[in-house]
């Protein structure tokens, strides 16, 4: 089964760039790597997906190594309003379907 | 319009009880999930369905029963009702296609606290 690693909370003051990082050693050849948003009381939320190299939108940016072992979303010039939690998604073959293995999730928090 | 809505969006209920929420897209996509919330935060995928079609079925208490009369609909029936199935579910859905790839679209939640 895929897992998907991703550091606990991270403190980050605002205006600063954010980088969170998250595992997936067992992404499989044909996965891509999905992260979204959730703020407390709604559903998550779509921020950017990416296969391999860079992809940036108007919201961040998801650097992908070679790998692919490993992603990184970067949030430029954070806001208090990008106080969240942040989960990383990869699908994964398994027991004769896919299945999605959402990270554990990133609460960042930031500070004024 | 909200494009994936669930309801109810609160439930409370008796252990041993049965209870569905119910889940609507009108997005037109083909594949609807539903997920599990727990008090920790871990967003769990529960069971998928493409074109009224099971095709993620994850290590779940068969007590739960999904439902999906159209493409537009995936309810959640939960028979028996015990406290660890207080959590918050999420229905979601996307395109079709790769599962892997799609991007999916969250519903506000149900909060089900059983007592």
């Known amino acids: 089964l895929a897992k998907t690693t991703q550091p606990i909370s991270m403190d980050s003051y605002e205006g600063q760039e954010v980088n969170i990082t998250c595992s997936h050693n067992?992404?499989?050849?044909?996965?891509?790597i999905t992260w979204y948003q959730q703020f407390p009381s709604q559903g998550p939320r779509f921020i950017i997906q990416?296969?391999?190299t860079k992809v940036t939108n108007e919201v961040a940016s998801l650097f992908i190594p070679a790998d692919r072992k490993s992603s990184t979303l970067s949030l430029p010039r954070v806001s208090l309003s990008d106080t969240a939690v942040y989960y990383c998604?990869?699908?994964?073959?398994?027991?004769?379907?896919?299945?999605?293995?959402f990270g554990k999730g990133t609460k960042l928090s930031v500070i004024p | 319009d909200t494009a994936v809505s669930q309801t109810p969006k609160y439930l409370v209920t008796q252990m041993g009880n049965d209870k569905s929420i119910k889940c609507e897209q009108n997005?037109?996509?083909?594949?609807m999930y539903w997920y599990k919330q727990d008090s920790k935060k871990f967003l769990k995928i529960m069971f998928s369905?493409?074109?009224?079609?099971?095709?993620i079925n994850e290590t779940v208490p068969n007590r739960f029963s999904p439902k999906s009369p159209d493409k537009a609909h995936l309810n959640l029936h939960i028979n028996s009702l015990e406290l660890g199935d207080s959590a918050v579910y999420f229905c979601?859905?996307?395109?079709?296609?790769?599962?892997?790839?799609?991007?999916?679209?969250f519903g506000a939640g149900t909060r089900l606290s059983v007592l």
């Open positions: 979601a859905s996307s395109q079709g296609g790769s599962v892997a790839k799609n991007i999916q679209y």
């Open positions: 067992n992404i499989a050849t044909n996965d891509y």
């Open positions: 990416g296969y391999k």
């Open positions: 998604l990869v699908g994964a073959p398994g027991a004769g379907s896919y299945q999605l293995t």
């Open positions: 997005l037109g996509h083909d594949t």
């Open positions: 369905y493409n074109n009224k079609e099971l095709i």
